[in-house]
């Protein structure tokens, strides 16, 4: 993957659909949500036109707070988790990638105190808009021992969502693709911040 890759969707939708691209310009991915589901449901093509699936993402509980998003192949063959991290997760996001069962890497907010800022500032009218606006949060992916390998960064915009994933550290395409699709769950979860 040639990085910096865009994550770019409409706030204004019914059913959130996400369109990845690479530093070329050239979509890799097309994310689609299924609405209205109890279990969230997040179906992942190779292009638009939603010609080939790629992967699946699912929950194992209803509408849950620490649900476990597990990720399938096409054809139905496990590719790992992400989860959140419990009450961890009210201070700063904080989510963990699994694979067959282990801690394969870490998600945390780089700045906490940017979840508490646009906690306090966005019940204030009007200054909490531009808090939202300007406060963005970035996120890490990191192996449990700390070595970074991904940075999310939010980018400010209005009446879309607009993501930057830059890549720190080399790692293996399996873990690549694992920690891609866990920044889709985090942003389809966290995407009403910043």
Do not use: C
């Not at 907010?109 to 019940?123: A, H, N, R, T």
Request: proline share 5%.
């Amino acid at each position: 993957m040639q990085y910096p890759l865009q994550l770019s969707f409409k706030l204004l939708t019914f059913g959130q659909r996400i369109v990845a691209t690479d530093a070329g310009g050239n979509v890799l991915m097309f994310i689609k949500q299924k609405m209205f589901k109890l279990k969230e449901k997040v179906e992942i093509y190779n292009d638009e036109k939603q010609s080939q699936l790629i992967f699946r993402i699912e929950a194992d509980k209803v509408l849950d707070f620490s649900a476990n998003y597990s990720f399938t192949d096409a054809a139905g063959n496990p590719w790992g988790s992400v989860r959140r991290k419990g009450m961890r997760s009210l201070w700063a996001a904080h989510y963990q990638v699994m694979q067959d069962g282990e801690i394969d890497m870490e998600i945390h907010e780089e700045s906490p105190m940017k979840k508490v800022l646009e906690s306090i500032l966005g019940e204030i009218p009007i200054l909490g808009l531009l808090a939202v606006y300007l406060l963005n949060p970035t996120y890490i992916v990191s192996r449990p021992d700390g070595t970074p390998l991904l940075k999310l960064i939010k980018k400010p915009a209005v009446f879309e969502g607009k993501y930057v994933i830059e890549k720190i550290n080399d790692m293996p395409e399996d873990d690549e693709l694992r920690s891609l699709m866990a920044l889709l769950m985090l942003v389809l979860l966290e995407r009403r911040r910043g």
